[in-house]
T-cell receptor
Framework: AQKVTQAQTEISVVEKEDVTLDCVYETRDTTYYLFWYKQPPSGELVFLIRRNSFDEQNEISGRYSWNFQKSTSSFNFTITASQVVDSAVYFCALSEASLGDKIIFGKGTRLHILP | EPEVTQTPSHQVTQMGQEVILRCVPISNHLYFYWYRQILGQKVEFLVSFYNNEISEKSEIFDDQFSVERPDGSNFTLKIRSTKLEDSAMYFC????????????FGPGTRLTVT
């Protein structure tokens, strides 16, 4: 079974629209960490956020916000007023304390922001 | 701002050849990682390294793979006898603390096996 599921393979929105990328995770650990990474067309991986399992507080960073809900095992990512530069593949990832240093990535969501 | 560097950016090799991919992690980081990403697919964990030994490895990291920190700055991934399916982007990453700390990724090395 997949531990990190990003059901949206590809999304296209028009610039300035808001868009939410979904992430559902599966773990039996009580201590775990969730991440979002951005991979622009240039190919590098850019860290966006880390959240630990004990902190359900939502976070906002500029146009980005994250909604962590343990009850639904989800860690969704919203971009407000999207811009063309937001076009990228976005990966959600999970690290479980019991698995040590392994980070498990979802398959990613390819986001196209149309001008 | 400190960054992880990787060389070469692109490596082309023939099947059966040995390749060494090189990484220079951020200097005060203690944990080092290799990941791979087959074109168009997700990023997959290969191995983590701490205190001069492997701390975790995935099922992908078989006997064909090895890692080494030959000096105080470099961290290398060796593939002994490359196969076509080893063609992928290989990312090195480092973190100050364990995996749950922020991992800084290098720009990647694209390995093409022909």
């Amino acid at each position: 079974a997949q531990k990190v599921t990003q059901a949206q393979t590809e999304i296209s929105v028009v610039e300035k629209e808001d868009v939410t990328l979904d992430c559902v995770y599966e773990t039996r650990d009580t201590t775990y960490y969730l991440f979002w990474y951005k991979q622009p067309p240039s190919g590098e991986l850019v860290f966006l956020i880390r959240r630990n399992s004990f902190d359900e507080q939502n976070e906002i960073s500029g146009r980005y916000s994250w909604n962590f809900q343990k009850s639904t095992s989800s860690f969704n990512f919203t971009i407000t007023a999207s811009q063309v530069v937001d076009s990228a593949v976005y990966f959600c990832a999970l690290s479980e304390a019991s698995l040590g240093d392994k980070i498990i990535f979802g398959k990613g969501t390819r986001l196209h922001i149309l001008p | 701002e400190p960054e992880v560097t990787q060389t070469p950016s692109h490596q082309v090799t023939q099947m059966g050849q040995e390749v060494i991919l090189r990484c220079v992690p951020i200097s005060n980081h203690l944990y080092f990682y290799w990941y791979r990403q087959i074109l168009g697919q997700k990023v997959e964990f290969l191995v983590s390294f701490y205190n001069n030994e492997i701390s975790e490895k995935s099922e992908i990291f078989d006997d064909q793979f090895s890692v080494e920190r030959p000096d105080g700055s470099n961290f290398t991934l060796k593939i002994r006898s490359t196969k076509l399916e080893d063609s992928a982007m290989y990312f090195c990453a480092s973190s100050e603390l364990r995996a749950w700390d922020e991992q800084y990724f290098g720009p990647g090395t694209r390995l093409t096996v022909t």
